[in-house]
């Protein structure tokens, strides 16, 4: 969303959905892996390896709702100009023409 500049559109609403359907099936798959069993250190490199994606998977989905939310809330006013005070002003239009302002 970051390179594109705009909210992703309905269709990567559900490709979005589809994924994290499988990501849960993955995590379960994951999950049913006995711990105190030591698997092969393919098994485990192969486990190592679906963990970091799925972190960075997590990690890229925070950032894209992070930045949905920013650019979706509404843009703030600008910010009023400070009015001045009936002093100033007064100073201002009675001094002459070309005379420089008063400290």
């Known amino acids: 969303m970051k390179e594109q500049g705009c909210a992703p559109g309905p269709e990567m609403t559900e490709r979005k959905r589809a994924l994290l359907a499988r990501l849960d099936q993955s995590l379960a798959a994951l999950r049913a892996l006995p711990r105190d069993n030591p698997a092969s250190p ?3 490199a192969v486990a190592e390896q679906a963990k970091a994606r799925m972190l960075q998977f997590l990690h890229l989905d925070k950032e894209n709702e992070q930045w949905l939310l920013r650019h979706s809330l509404a843009p703030r006013p ?3 100009a400070a009015m001045a005070n009936a002093a100033h002003l007064k ?9 420089p302002p008063a400290p």
């Open 91 to 99: 100073n201002a239009y009675q001094r002459p023409a070309g005379s």
């Open 42 to 44: 393919e098994a485990r």
């Open 78 to 80: 600008p910010p009023a």
